[in-house]
């Protein structure tokens, strides 16, 4: 259970941080802000590492955001650097070695310890995977990755020794990702390899240089300079289809992703003041993570839990946020199939959930969504909206289209296409107006007849 002197804590920070951060911003927590540096973090479900020199070299350090607690992992002698963490298991570099520890027994272990230099660790699961010099006596790199089922007894194995150099792998279940110099080395690529088949493949191969890539399932995203600057790009690997994350004109970097959410450290608020910004590959939203004061460097994301490291000039710290519940907004009425005549009125209707919104925008297009019409540019969220009267239109491709005014990127569109008509003036039989001539229209003729509308000549 979370005590009352950490909740009294985290609200002092959080007031102290309210007027250096943007309205967008995510509510952020210290993980760590001793006067020490604290780099490279990691996260995976409520576990943050880091590498961390408060003793004066460089040691790896973890925190339960669950419980809340911090703990040592590794402070033996030399440096223990570049943490990376799935589930249990958290592996790093020590004096050009791989190791790693298991939280649940409170092991440490031997992943990989040959005479080369061994360098950037990633996990997922009971692989890891880094770049590896052994093949080399220069600056080249293979990749190798390492099954842990074992601890004991760990199996070694090569991904990648192609004639030049690979350097920054990640994985994501069983696919691993680096970036090759194979076709040059100023213009590296992004190569993708399944451990499933052990088939090699392409990712990216554009003529410009691209780097740093990270994968999360089905997609892989890196930093690509095919714009004059860095800028984000991502491929799914199911579709072999690429697509731009973020091309805004700042230099960026350090992309990341899981699931849907991609984050990064971009510069567009200055170069002297670099902060952490993502986007939600499902909604095709961008958004702020962190705007504060400082530099937001490294971050590093599980699920809706982005970890990053802050620096002050004077030192560095280990920041978190949980990605807020987003507001959601849901047609309901019409929302495909609907017949709506011209001149009568309709109830549009519709839900929302998450953050309360107070006024939304109304839209209605008869082009399948290729131009829209104001219904109502502002009406509050009651979610019914009487609209009267029906626009005079002729189309079997009406939306409806609902968002939000404020700012938080909610809107929904009907599901499905309905129909607006105007009733023909030629169906003068129509005598309730329904647009349609049945027994209720020769109901109301028998009513009427021979009864005349002449009050002077009623024969």
Known sequence: MVGKSFILAMAVVFLSLVNSRAAGDWQSFPVCDLPDEQTDPSVSGVRVVWTDNRTGGYDIYSYDLAEPNEYPVCTAGGDQEQPAISNDIIVWTDNDDIFGYDLRDSVTFTVCGDDA????????????????????????????????SDKLNPNEFQICTE????HYPDISGDIVVWIDTRNGSSSPDVYGYNLADEQ???????????YYPK??????????????????????????????????????GNPVISGNLVVWQDKRNGDTNIDIY?????????????????????PAIDSDTVVWQHDTGSNADIYYAYCPVPSVLTILYPNG?????????????????GPVIDTVRLEYSVDNGGNWDIITSGTANTGLYDWVPIPAENSD??????SDVGGSGANDISDG???????????IADLNGDCFVDMEDFALFCQQWLEGGNPYDQK
């Open 117 to 148: 230099e061994q360098e950037c660790p990633a996990i997922s699961g009971n692989i890891v995977v880094w770049r590896d010099k052994r093949n080399y006596t220069g600056n080249g790199f293979d990749i190798y990755g390492c099954d842990i």
């Open 163 to 166: 004639g030049h150099s690979q």
């Open 200 to 210: 090699e493949f392409e990712i990216c191969l554009n003529t410009s240089g691209q």
């Open 215 to 252: 994968i999360s399932g089905d997609v892989v995203v890196w930093l690509d300079d095919r714009d004059g600057h860095s800028n984000i790009y991502g491929y799914r690997i199911s579709t072999q289809t690429e697509f731009p994350i973020c091309t805004h004109s700042a230099d960026k």
């Open 278 to 298: 993502g986007y939600d590959i499902s909604s095709g939203i961008e958004f702020a993570v962190c705007t504060a004061s400082g530099d937001q460097i490294k």
């Open 337 to 353: 199939g609907e017949m709506l005549r011209a001149g009568t009125a309709a109830d549009v209707s519709w839900q929302s959930s």
């Open 397 to 402: 491709q009406c939306l409806i289209r609902i």
């Open 417 to 427: 296409v309905f129909i607006m008509f105007e009733c023909s003036e030629a169906l």
